[in-house]
């Protein structure tokens, strides 16, 4: 008794070295892994299939808060996959609509101006979410408090894993999504390009600026190249405008374009509001030759803080939704509920014929702000007459161009009136359509908006030139 026979010895010398990790830690392991590399991805690995911006860093983030609350109360760790969870859908947002993720914090605080049950897109995401955060809740009241350093490098190696797995899924892709402009970047825009101001300045005219809510330079698609500005290729509008045709480079989102083609420089509204205002920029510039100058938009004046930092760049005067609708416009709906664009150009002719000094106008849609339903008194539903090509293989980006042709022909009717008075305009996009899916977001070129710049040059019949 209590004797090691020869025998024993010679059993136990020949057993393998096992691992010091008890079935229980195994198990701690695996719920620990169902919860910040299963449920804190599964909405966003779904999508790789699809396309989505690449989230190498909310992996890492979800991973590394996981193992720093493992041991923490239950209350502590769901509060900690929901914090976890806002930065990853933020991450995404920022990804898609080509934001700073920090600018994006600076949005939040708008949301309430948004009605996302204007989508069905938004609604079965909200209804992913809550389902996500159901399911973390009762798989954290598990135990996953594993304390063994080789299951902490383990966890380690498969949060790495997971996140080169989702670069090498978005490969190709990069350049179409967080588009931020770096510390010297070189500079472009369709004002620069075309030299409206001194042009209008020269000939005394009215200058009016359109920029078009998700307006992107399509690529390679000949049926949408065929679509973009076909308004305009009218014979009427030939006779009293020459019109050029180009791109230009964009970064960010729409208030960056917005501060693209009116101050002339990459940035956005928070400097300028920061600041108290920027008199470099177009408006204040052209007050000071002389100009009266008006800003319309068809959304929420307090929406990125517009009813600000439009009178600190020079503009005298700033219409939004309820303006515009007190004014005639009806109302369309969607997740940017605002003023109809299709109305707006009645409204712009009657503020350019207004006489006195010479005038800048400036115009921001917003019903093709994606994504784009049916309904909402949009009047997109039978996009067919616009393009039966794309009504069957992209009926939203079809619904897009429903839109953008609907004012496109409001305005080239005002601009054909007897009495409207001289003026250039420029038409140009913000930002690509951010459309979070590969196959629609490819149809567009990732890094330019298109313009079109109409040149007053009088009632009189003339060729027209088309440069691009």
Same mark, same amino acid.
């Given at each position: ?9 010679? %059993? ?8 010091? $990790?008890?079935? !229980? &830690? ?15 991805? $599964? ?15 909310? $992996? ?17 760790? +769901? ?35 948004? %009605? ?50 989702? @670069? ?9 999504? @967080?588009?931020?402009?770096? !510390? ?11 030299? !409206? &101001? ?31 500005? @076909? ?63 008006? !800003? ?8 990125? /803080? =517009? ?34 664009? =299709? ?10 014929? %207004? ?28 996009? /067919? ?30 601009? %054909? ?26 149809? +567009? ?24």
């Amino acid at each position: 008794m209590g004797v090691l026979t020869f025998n024993d010895e010679f %059993q136990t010398a020949k057993k393998p070295k096992q691992l010091d $990790i008890s079935p !229980a &830690e195994w198990r701690q392991f695996a719920n620990w892994a169902l919860v910040w590399l299963g449920i804190a991805n $599964i909405a966003f690995v779904a999508l790789w299939f699809v396309g989505a911006p690449p989230r190498a860093h909310p $992996i890492m983030v979800a991973g590394l808060v996981g193992l720093l609350v493992r041991k923490l109360p239950t209350v502590v760790q +769901f509060l900690a996959f929901l914090g976890s969870l806002m930065f990853s859908t933020l991450h995404f947002i920022a990804g898609t609509f080509n934001l700073n993720i920090l600018s994006l914090f600076h949005s939040i605080k708008f949301m309430a101006e948004l %009605q996302p049950t204007g989508s069905i897109e938004y609604q079965l995401v909200a209804l992913l979410g809550v389902a996500m955060c159901i399911g973390a809740w009762f798989a954290v009241r598990r135990d996953s408090a594993f304390g063994n350093w080789r299951l902490l490098v383990l966890a380690a190696i498969c949060v790495l894993a997971l996140a080169n797995v989702d @670069k090498w899924m978005g490969e190709g892709m990069r350049g179409h999504y @967080k588009r931020v402009a770096v !510390a010297g970047a070189p500079f472009e825009s369709a004002m620069s390009f075309t030299g !409206a &101001e001194q042009t209008a300045i020269a000939g005394k005219r009215n200058l009016a600026i359109i920029m078009v809510e998700s307006l992107g330079v399509p690529a390679g698609n000949a049926e949408m190249e065929q679509l973009l500005f @076909k308004a305009f290729d009218d014979p009427a509008i030939r006779e009293r405008f020459s019109a050029t045709r180009g791109t230009t480079l964009y970064y960010n989102s729409t208030t960056a374009g917005e501060v693209r083609e009116m101050c002339g420089r990459w940035g956005d509204y928070q400097e300028i509001v920061e600041a108290g205002g920027d008199r470099n920029c177009l408006p204040a510039r052209m007050k000071r030759a002389g100009y009266s100058t008006h !800003a319309f938009h068809s959304f929420n004046g307090s929406f990125f /803080e =517009r009813d600000t930092w439009y009178p600190g760049i020079g503009f005298d005067e700033s219409r939004f939704r309820d303006r515009l609708m007190a004014d005639g416009a009806e109302e369309c709906g969607g997740v940017f509920p605002g003023a109809c664009d =299709r109305d707006i150009p009645a409204q712009l002719a009657r503020q350019l014929k %207004q006489g006195g000094k010479p005038q800048l106008v400036y115009w921001l849609t917003v019903n093709s702000h994606l994504p784009v339903p049916t309904g909402a008194n949009l009047e997109v539903e039978n996009c /067919e007459r616009i393009s039966p090509e794309l009504a069957r293989e992209f009926p939203m980006i079809c619904r897009q161009f429903a839109l953008w042709d609907a004012w496109e022909k409001a305005l080239v009717k005002e601009l %054909q009136a007897d009495d409207f008075p001289p003026t250039d305009f420029l038409i140009v996009g913000d930002h690509m359509p951010p459309y979070f899916d590969r196959r629609h977001r490819v149809q +567009f070129a990732p890094d330019r908006v298109p313009y079109l710049y109409l040149k007053w040059r009088g009632d009189a019949p003339r060729a027209a030139s088309n440069g691009r």
